[in-house]
């Protein structure tokens, strides 16, 4: 992230007087500001959850839930049964496109 110096301090017409000044509690904080503004306005990269529930999976993968049980059957894809429930882990699933 590269700030102009012209963004942290509006009211400075003249830059090169920033050399000789001293920086206040209310530059830090005017700083602080906007630092946390800036990365709450920077995109996100969304992951998906560790772990996904079977429905989960067949919207992901777009396939039913036969060939989601055929995955499992022979292997290609691991999964954990809690419960009732079954699982896969995410990292699975992307190794198993990749092959």
Do not use: C
């Amino acid at each position: 992230m590269n700030l102009h110096p012209k963004k942290l301090f509006p009211e400075t017409d003249n830059l090169e007087l920033l050399n000789h000044q001293v920086v206040t509690k209310k530059d830090l904080w005017h700083f602080a500001n906007l630092l946390l503004s800036e990365i709450k306005n920077s995109p996100r990269e969304e992951k998906p959850a560790q772990w996904l529930k079977s429905t989960e999976v067949r919207k992901l993968l777009k396939i039913s839930p036969g060939t989601l049980q055929n995955l499992r059957v022979n292997g290609t894809l691991n999964y954990k049964r809690i419960g009732g429930l079954i699982y896969h882990k995410y990292e699975d699933i992307q190794k198993m496109l990749d092959k």
